[in-house]
């Protein structure tokens, strides 16, 4: 069982920056797309970027020229930085495989992001 813990969430200013970190736990995780989402309160989880075993990205919309996906399979960890901050980027931050894989894992308790002045 593959468990994934997030952090470096806080609080920041806006249009200031943060880099979430996500830990997996076992090997099988450099075999999968991995992927960060993100669920404010009251809406459904949404998909921000994912990278591939080898290192290919791909983000959503939103995500593009602000945010920077990256994975490092020796340590089982997937990165998410993030720059200019809004504050509708406040959110709970997770990752998990992508959206098109075959197999989830089970969900971290995620990282919560809060951008306000």
């Known amino acids: 069982q593959v468990q994934l813990v997030e952090s470096g969430g806080g609080l920041v200013q806006p249009g200031g920056s943060l880099r979430l970190a996500c830990a997996a736990s076992?090997?099988?995780?450099?075999?999968?797309?991995m992927a960060w989402y993100r669920q404010a309160p009251g809406n459904e989880r949404e998909y921000i970027a994912l990278?591939?075993?080898?290192?290919?990205?791909s983000y959503a919309d939103f995500a593009k020229g602000r945010f920077t996906i990256s994975r490092d399979n020796a340590k089982n960890t997937v990165h998410l930085q993030m720059n200019s901050l809004k504050p509708e980027d406040t959110a709970v931050y997770y990752c998990n495989t992508s959206p098109a894989s075959a197999r989830q894992f089970q969900w971290g308790q995620g990282a919560q992001v809060t951008v306000s002045s």
């Open positions: 990278v591939s075993p080898l290192g290919s990205t």
């Open positions: 076992g090997s099988i995780f450099m075999s999968y797309n």
